[in-house]
C-alpha cells in the first residue's frame, strides 16, 4: 500500500513538473512572438538565463493561479455572474503581471494588454496538457475523480464505498422535443443517446403531452413541485394587481414558487437530500445554483449565485469558457451572416445583444450547471435536477431543425457523455434521467406573415389607432431575463407590461399562444360584453387565416370556442378531431377545458393556426421556433429513463401533464431511496430553505 502512495505521489510530481516544463516552453515562444513581452534585461541575457526567468515566471504564475485566484473568486462573487466571467482574462492578466513582478532583477516585463494574451494563452496550454498527461496515464483520470470523491465523503463524514441506496440525476434538455431527440439519437448526432436506446438494458424512451401552455413556468413549476395551476402562459395579467406575471422573472417565480406549495401543501420534488441547477423553481431544494426563484432573495437566497464560484476557482475552467464564449459570439455572427446570404426562410434578426445571449445559454450556463451536477454526485447528493437551455435558445432563432440547432445537440450530448463518466466514480451510483418541458414547432412569425403584430390586429378590431410600422412582441425566451438577472439588471418592462390605461386592452403573446385582456372591465370579459363595446373584434380575430381558435366566456353558454366562419362550441362540448380544434390533435380538447378552469385566464385567449402537414405555427414574438400553445413539436415533450425503473404509465396509456410526470419522477425517487416519511407540514413559502428538510428517508 505504501509503494502505491509513493508511485502515485511520483506521477502527481511528474505530472507538474511537466506541465511547468510545457508552460516554460509556452512563455519562452511568447517571448519571441510578442513585442511587448520581456524576459530578459535591457542589455541582452544568454539563453540560458532567458529559460530561467521563463522558468522562474511560468512556476510563480502557476502558483498564484493555484493559490490566489480561489480567493480572488470568492472575493468577487458579490460582482455580478456575468460580469465576472467578462473579468476572467483581466484577472488572469493581473496574475501574470505580479508573477513577472517576482522574477529576479525585474527581467520580466509586460503591458497589460499583452498580459492578458499571456495569460489566457498559458492557462490554455496548462489546461491542454494536465488533460492530455491523465488521458496518457491509464488509471490518473479514475485517481483524479476518486481522490475528489473521498475528500468530499472524509467532508460529510459519509462512509467509502458505493454500497448505499442510488442516487437519481434528471437532466432537463430545455426545448427538445421528442421527435427531435428521436433524429437525433437515430442519426447518432447524439452517440450517448443512442447507446442508451440501443442497450437493452439501458433508457426507454416515451413522449409525453404538455398542458395548453407548453412553455417551461408551467411545466417545470409542474416537474419541481406538482401543480402548475392558474398558470395559463409564459406571462399573463392579472386584473385584481394591474401586475403582469412573467415566469422568467424572479419577483414573478417565487411567487409561482409559493403558490404551488401553498397548492399542493408539499415543499417540491428535491426536499430529500436534493439540488436545484439552472432551473426556474428550486423544487425545495437545500443546494441552489442558478435559480431564478431565488434570484429576486436578499441574504441566504444569495447562495444560488455560488455554482459561480465552483466553476471559476478553477483558472483552467474560467479561461477556457470565456474563450469558448468568445468563440460562440462568434459562431453565432458567422452563421446568422450566413443566413442572410443565403436568403434563408424563415428567418428574424439577430443581431445587436443577442450573440451574447446565446454565448451564455449555450456556454457559461452549460459549463456552470453541469459542473455543479458533477459536484453534486461526488456529494452523494439523492436527488439533482439541473436544466440545460442552450437548445431552446439556439432554436428560437435559427429553428429547431436548423443545422445550428443540431450542433448544440451534439455538444450537450457531450456532457451527457461527461456525466456518465463521472458516474462511474461517484460515492454512490446513479440512475440518469434525461427529460424535457415541452418541443418547439417550426414556422414564420405572424409579423412575418401577414405584416402586423397580434396588438395590431387586436387594436384594429377595437377600433384603436394601428401604428404604420410593425411593433414586434418581446421575444420570451428565458436566457434574455436570465442574462439581466446575472448583470443584477432589472428586467426591463415594455409599454404592454405596465398597468394599462382602461382604454387600451393588455396583450401578451407566449409562443404561438395570445392573451387579451381588457382592465376597464371587471372580472372576466363575456362575450356579449365585446360584443357591446368592441363588436368588429371577435369576428376580425376568429376570422384571420394565422389564427386557429378563440376561448371566451360566454354569459349565455358557458366559455366557448370560436373559430373562422363564425364556428362557436361551448367548452364542455369539444371533441378532439372536430371543430375549431380538429388540427391540433389529442389532448387540446382537454388541455383547454383545464385552462378556461384557472382563475387568471384572459379575456381572450389566442391560439395560431396550425399546419398539420408541416407542423408550422405562427408565434406572436419574434420566433421561428416557438413554443406556449398548442400545435405540433411544441406540446410532445420526451422522458428518457432507466430501464430498471418502472414504466411511467402502464402500457397503452399516455402521459399527460406536467402534474403527471411529477408524480412519476417522485415514484421513481422511492423507488431509488426507499419510502419517504413528513416529519413535520411544510409551511406555505416560496423560498427553498423554508420547504426544504421536511421529508426524510424512514429508518
Known sequence: MGDGRWRTA?????????????????????AGILPDFQLQSDDGDSITKIAFTAAWGAGAFGLLSALVWPVLVRALLIVPALVLGMLVFFLNGSLLLVALRLIPDGRGAANPETAVVVAAVMSAVASATSTALAVRDDNAYRRRLSRLADRRRRRSGADSG????????????????????????????????????????????????????????????????????????????????GDVMVSSRPASAIELQRRAIARTRDGGLLTL???SRGNL????AD????????????????????????????????VRTALSFVAEVCREIGQSTRARIRKDTPRIKRGGLYPFIRAFATVVERDVVVAAVIGDMFAGRTAVYADLVAYDEVAHHSGPHSRDAEKVLARLDRSLALIVKVAEHTPRTYRIVLLSDHGQSPGETFAGAYGLTLKDLVRAGCGLPVPRRAQRTRSGSEARDAVRIALHRPVEEGEVEHRAKPSDPVVLASGNLGLISFPDIEGRASREQLDRSRPALLSTLANHPGIGFLLVRSERHGSVVLGRGGTEVPVSELKDGEGPLAPFGPGAAAAVRRTDTFPHVADIMVNSMHDGATGCVHAFEEQIGSHGGLGGEQSRPFLLWPAD????????????????????????????????IPLAPPRSVGGAEEAGGTVRTAG
Open 10 to 30: 511520483g506521477s502527481a510530481l511528474m505530472r507538474v513538473v511537466v506541465v511547468w516544463a510545457v508552460s516554460t516552453l509556452t512563455m519562452l515562444a511568447l
Open 162 to 241: 458505493r454500497s448505499g441506496p442510488p442516487g437519481t440525476v434528471f437532466i432537463q434538455l430545455d426545448g427538445v422535443g421528442h421527435d427531435v431527440l428521436a433524429r437525433a439519437a437515430e442519426s447518432r448526432l447524439m452517440p450517448t443517446v443512442a447507446n442508451w436506446l440501443a442497450d437493452e438494458e439501458g433508457h426507454r424512451l416515451t413522449p409525453w403531452r404538455t398542458d395548453w401552455s407548453s412553455q417551461t413556468g408551467a411545466s417545470q413549476l409542474g416537474i419541481l413541485h406538482g401543480s402548475n395551476h392558474d398558470v395559463p402562459a409564459f406571462r399573463w395579467y392579472e386584473k385584481e394587481t
Open 273 to 275: 437530500d436534493g439540488a
Open 281 to 284: 423553481f428550486s423544487g425545495g
Open 287 to 318: 443546494q441552489l445554483a442558478l435559480v431564478l426563484s431565488m434570484a429576486a432573495r436578499l441574504g441566504k437566497g444569495r447562495r444560488s449565485r455560488a455554482g459561480y464560484f465552483a466553476y471559476f476557482s478553477d483558472p483552467a475552467n474560467a
Open 645 to 676: 425503473l418502472s414504466a411511467p404509465v402502464a402500457q397503452g396509456t399516455e402521459l399527460v401533464g406536467a402534474e403527471q410526470v411529477h408524480e412519476v419522477l417522485r415514484r421513481w425517487l422511492r423507488e431509488c431511496s426507499g419510502p419517504q
